[in-house]
């Protein structure tokens, strides 16, 4: 029996289903119509630093409120979905419950939001678990979204290069001061991705983007070793009213 056979034979057995529902699919590691109408994707118009997104057009390389008070530690934020209520329990089974059968999916959803990221970075890196999170998990979330988009952008994945050398408690229901104590301090680079770092524009990998402590601290991180650039690129970023 041949590959198309044995799918066909297998897709009888065991159907391919929506990854959000569950509701019959054709194919595998897809969303049906309804699960995927309700998502909200983002692109521009947005903040040219953190990837705020502005509910009108405005100028290239404009700045929200936010960032013109106070620019990140990195140069560019990219989230390709909203993290709302039709995204929270997708998001939550690849997180948490083994649900990894749309990671290229997703990746390829982050290359569409964040090709300008992509095509200028050296390198990819993802956001690194505590040892003790990562053997009760079994993976890290970012570092296999990392993994997808190196394939599809043919880009090198330093999995190794962030070390979350301190152990910090969940972050799920803090606010925004409450994570960046939490973090301080919780990051080093590796000695021996130093060099190889050095002067290479870094293109940082999480799932979600909340208060953006995470990523400002590893982007404060990786510039003090000598990197030229910091972007970021996420799964999904939260979107609240800005102040």
């Known amino acids: 029996m041949n590959k198309q056979g044995a799918k066909w034979l297998l897709d009888q057995v065991l159907p391919p289903t929506c990854s959000g529902c569950g509701v019959v699919q054709t194919e ?3 969303l049906c119509a309804d699960c995927w109408g309700q998502l909200t994707f983002l692109g521009r118009p947005c903040c040219d630093a953190c990837g705020y997104p502005f509910e009108y057009e405005v100028p290239d390389q404009t700045l929200c ?3 013109t008070r106070e620019h990140p530690p990195f140069d560019r934020a990219r989230s390709a979905l909203v993290y ?3 995204s929270k ?3 939550l089974a690849f997180k948490h419950a083994d649900k990894t059968d749309m990671t290229r999916l997703f990746a390829k959803w982050m290359k569409m939001t964040g090709s300008d990221l992509t095509n200028a970075c050296d390198v990819i890196v993802p956001v690194p678990l505590h ?3 990562l053997f009760l998990r079994r993976y890290n979330q970012a570092a296999l979204l990392a993994h997808a988009l ?3 952008t043919d880009t090198p994945v330093m999995a190794g290069a962030l070390i979350r050398h301190r152990r910090t408690p969940s972050q799920g229901h803090m606010g925004a001061k409450a994570r960046t104590r939490n973090v301080t301090g ?3 680079v590796a000695p021996k991705y130093r060099t190889a770092l050095k002067g290479k524009r870094v293109l940082l990998i999480d799932d979600v983007l909340t208060t953006g402590a995470t990523v400002r601290t590893t982007a404060k991180v990786l510039r003090r070793i000598g990197v030229s650039a910091v972007d970021v690129l996420t799964l999904a970023r939260v979107v609240k009213t800005q102040t």
């Open 150 to 152: 190196g394939k599809i």
């Open 28 to 30: 595998a590691q897809t």
């Open 84 to 86: 709302d209520d039709a």
């Open 89 to 91: 329990d997708l998001i």
């Open 186 to 188: 919780a990051f080093r």
């Open 65 to 67: 409120g936010a960032c």
């Open 131 to 133: 040892w003790t999170r």
